[in-house]
């Protein structure tokens, strides 16, 4: 009989074992914590280096071990110190594709205990400057595409920048990233604390500008040692209580397919594969075809992406003619899956089974996981949770909770993986983090036996394919334009996507605008998945309730009913 959930989480975190838990306070409030995780990334990290010769990045022809990693972690890190003056919490932003180097930059900038600043790569130079400035970056670390992007910026703002994989001059205040590293350089000797930051990822922002999520390197790191307490317990399921260290005939191996610049290609992709051994293999840009054939090629065991992903790799035309029998794990998060995808995935792989995980970049990723036969047998829901993240509803109204299980509220969680607030917001941060409890924004329950259900969302938000959409940033862009009488952004069902981004519009009286218009001008202005696809024009002003509010459901529902697409 298979071991119960509960019964296998409590022998994993019992007193002696690996991911033994204790209490301890962080700014006042009483959290619960792996004991034997490492306080800082700088520790965390440090365990590449016991095992040198064993491969560790892939990157289209390039191999990497992990001792070449580490030596060029090294060199960039003497390099931050000693030509650039980076000290601790000095804040040094990343800005590009999935390239070794994003890797390596982070591992070096967390080492050193300077601040990790992960900047969107779609960011367009408003948003990039914006990401700069507001951090108070010292250094950017950028490819060719987002040097360029940056150039007016630097120069403005008096940043230096360190260009990678780039080719020719550079812009002012620029250089080479093999122009400045020192060959066989030593990682600077830096103390560091647990409660010191470590990161800041940026979110959109309800208000029309991203904000700055702040982690500490504890929060990382147990955040990090969360995931493999969660797969240490469903290991012990699957032995029937009996713990073995006998694994799949392919050693472990991910492929990124998800952007470092977010939370879970940063934290239970990246992090997780540095510290355990296993094999990551990069993806340029997110291709099915040549997903499918790098997971052949490689024998990739875990799939990792956004329920978009999954999707795209059943549908494509190669699938039925690639070998992906080395898959164990394929799923994800950042968006709700259908559960006709759930079934989908666990009969069109022969190995693969199904998982999702509900994890914000507030969390650092980490919260409930569904896999295998619990998400056959629970496709809506999205798993449970472990004993150091607390995951209960409170009523949206009032605030008041935990509410009884079964009741409908705003899901909120408390644990040690949490930020500790908004980079230079501190209301944001009071309204998000209350009383130790930090309000997801989303709508949802949670069952007898412990599975969270997410069924809507509080916050003005758009999801697509995994990418957050506030709804007021994007109206924000829209009415910087001068026809623009009156705007309002909302999401429309997509298959594929999610959610697609739509917008109604009344025009100024006199003037005239069309959707390609529109889209052309907030290109220049915000990412491109921002720009709303869908775009229709009233004859009047937009409809309203009794307060004057526009009516947005009213809006999505008229579109829904009315478009052939949806």
Same mark, same amino acid.
């Given at each position: 009989?298979?071991?119960?959930?509960?019964?296998?989480?409590?022998?994993?975190?019992?007193?002696?074992?690996?991911?033994?838990?204790?209490? #301890?306070?962080?700014?006042?409030v009483?959290?619960?914590?792996?004991?034997?995780?490492?306080?800082?990334l700088?520790?965390l990290?440090?365990?590449?280096?016991t095992?040198?010769?064993?491969?560790?990045?892939?990157?289209?022809?390039?191999?990497?071990?992990?001792?070449?990693?580490?030596?060029?972690?090294d060199?960039?890190?003497?390099?931050?110190?000693?030509?650039?003056?980076?000290?601790?919490?000095? *804040?040094?932003t990343?800005?590009?594709?999935?390239?070794?180097?994003?890797v390596?930059?982070?591992?070096?900038?967390?080492?050193?205990?300077?601040i990790?600043?992960?900047?969107?790569a779609?960011w367009?130079?408003?948003?990039?400057?914006? =990401?700069?400035?507001?951090?108070?970056?010292?250094?950017?670390?950028?490819?060719r595409?987002?040097?360029?992007?940056?150039?007016?910026?630097?120069?403005?703002?008096?940043?230096d920048?360190?260009?990678?994989?780039?080719e020719g001059?550079?812009?002012e *205040?620029?250089?080479h990233?093999?122009?400045v +590293?020192?060959?066989?350089?030593a990682?600077?000797?830096?103390?560091?604390?647990?409660?010191?930051?470590?990161?800041?990822?940026?979110?959109?922002?309800?208000?029309?500008?991203?904000?700055?999520?702040?982690?500490?390197?504890?929060?990382?790191?147990?955040?990090?040692?969360?995931?493999?307490c969660?797969?240490t317990?469903?290991? +012990?399921?699957?032995?029937?209580?009996?713990a073995?260290?006998?694994?799949?005939?392919?050693? &472990?191996?991910?492929?990124?397919?998800?952007?470092?610049?977010?939370?879970?290609?940063? #934290?239970?992709?990246?992090?997780?594969?540095?510290?355990?051994?296993?094999?990551?293999?990069?993806?340029?840009?997110?291709?099915?075809?040549?997903?499918?054939e790098? #997971?052949?090629?490689?024998?990739?065991?875990?799939f990792?992406?956004?329920?978009?992903?999954?999707?795209?790799?059943?549908e494509? &035309?190669?699938?039925?003619?690639?070998?992906t029998?080395?898959?164990?794990?394929?799923?994800?998060?950042?968006?709700?899956?259908?559960?006709?995808l759930?079934?989908?995935?666990?009969?069109?792989?022969?190995?693969?089974?199904?998982?999702?995980?509900?994890?914000?970049t507030?969390?650092?990723?980490?919260?409930?996981?569904?896999?295998?036969?619990?998400?056959?047998?629970?496709?809506?829901?999205?798993?449970?949770?472990?004993?150091?993240?607390q995951?209960?509803?409170?009523d949206?109204?009032?605030?008041?909770?935990?509410?009884?299980?079964?009741?409908? =509220?705003?899901?909120?969680?408390?644990?040690?993986?949490?930020?500790?607030?908004?980079?230079?917001?501190p209301?944001?941060?009071?309204?998000?983090?209350?009383?130790?409890?930090? *309000?997801?924004?989303?709508?949802?329950?949670?069952?007898?036996?412990?599975?969270?259900?997410?069924?809507?969302?509080?916050?003005?938000?758009?999801?697509?394919?995994?990418?957050?959409?506030?709804c007021?940033?994007?109206e924000?862009?829209?009415?910087?334009?001068?026809?623009?009488?009156?705007?309002?952004?909302?999401?429309?069902?997509?298959e594929?996507?999610?959610?697609?981004?739509?917008?109604a519009?009344?025009?100024?009286?006199?003037?005239?605008?069309t959707?390609n218009?529109?889209?052309r001008?907030?290109?220049?202005?915000?990412a491109?998945?921002?720009?709303p696809?869908?775009?229709t024009?009233?004859?009047?002003?937009?409809p309203?309730?009794?307060?004057?509010?526009i009516?947005?459901?009213?809006?999505?529902a008229?579109?829904?009913?009315?478009?052939?697409d949806?």
């Amino acid at each position: 009989m298979t071991l119960a959930y509960d019964e296998a989480v409590a022998q994993v975190t019992a007193a002696g074992q690996a991911y033994e838990t204790e209490d #301890i306070e962080i700014s006042g409030v009483t959290v619960k914590v792996f004991k034997n995780a490492p306080g800082t990334l700088r520790d965390l990290l440090s365990v590449a280096r016991t095992r040198p010769d064993q491969e560790y990045l892939v990157y289209e022809d390039e191999r990497w071990t992990f001792a070449e990693v580490m030596a060029r972690v090294d060199e960039i890190a003497a390099m931050l110190v000693h030509d650039y003056g980076v000290g601790k919490g000095d *804040r040094v932003t990343i800005a590009m594709r999935n390239y070794p180097e994003w890797v390596m930059s982070f591992a070096a900038i967390t080492s050193i205990g300077a601040i990790s600043v992960s900047a969107n790569a779609w960011w367009t130079a408003e948003e990039l400057e914006y =990401g700069l400035t507001d951090s108070g970056s010292k250094v950017l670390i950028a490819d060719r595409e987002r040097i360029d992007r940056a150039a007016e910026a630097l120069v403005t703002h008096g940043i230096d920048a360190i260009a990678v994989r780039a080719e020719g001059s550079l812009p002012e *205040r620029a250089q080479h990233l093999e122009d400045v +590293l020192t060959p066989g350089a030593a990682m600077p000797d830096v103390g560091i604390d647990p409660d010191d930051d470590a990161t800041i990822l940026y979110t959109s922002g309800t208000t029309g500008f991203p904000k700055g999520a702040v982690s500490s390197n504890r929060a990382v790191v147990q955040a990090l040692f969360g995931f493999f307490c969660r797969a240490t317990a469903e290991q +012990l399921r699957k032995a029937d209580g009996v713990a073995t260290d006998d694994g799949p005939a392919d050693k &472990p191996c991910f492929i990124l397919c998800v952007p470092l610049f977010h939370v879970t290609g940063c #934290i239970p992709i990246m992090l997780s594969t540095f510290t355990t051994g296993a094999k990551l293999v990069m993806m340029y840009k997110w291709n099915p075809e040549r997903a499918l054939e790098l #997971i052949e090629r490689e024998r990739v065991t875990n799939f990792v992406g956004v329920p978009t992903m999954s999707w795209d790799l059943l549908e494509s &035309p190669d699938f039925a003619s690639r070998d992906t029998s080395s898959l164990l794990s394929v799923g994800g998060g950042g968006a709700p899956a259908p559960p006709e995808l759930v079934k989908r995935v666990e009969s069109g792989f022969s190995r693969g089974r199904p998982s999702i995980g509900y994890g914000m970049t507030e969390t650092n990723a980490y919260g409930p996981q569904n896999s295998g036969d619990d998400y056959v047998s629970h496709p809506t829901s999205t798993g449970r949770s472990t004993p150091i993240l607390q995951v209960e509803v409170f009523d949206v109204a009032t605030g008041e909770g935990p509410l009884p299980r079964g009741v409908q =509220g705003e899901i909120c969680f408390k644990g040690p993986t949490l930020i500790r607030g908004y980079w230079n917001k501190p209301e944001a941060t009071a309204e998000t983090i209350v009383d130790g409890w930090l *309000r997801s924004g989303d709508l949802g329950r949670i069952d007898a036996d412990g599975f969270v259900y997410v069924e809507d969302r509080a916050k003005d938000m758009i999801l697509r394919a995994g990418e957050n959409v506030y709804c007021a940033e994007v109206e924000a862009a829209i009415y910087q334009h001068p026809a623009v009488y009156e705007a309002s952004v909302f999401g429309v069902p997509h298959e594929r996507l999610g959610e697609e981004v739509a917008v109604a519009v009344y025009v100024r009286p006199g003037a005239e605008l069309t959707a390609n218009e529109l889209q052309r001008f907030l290109a220049e202005h915000i990412a491109p998945f921002k720009v709303p696809s869908i775009v229709t024009f009233h004859d009047d002003q937009l409809p309203r309730n009794a307060s004057g509010k526009i009516l947005k459901k009213d809006l999505r529902a008229e579109h829904t009913e009315t478009s052939p697409d949806t």
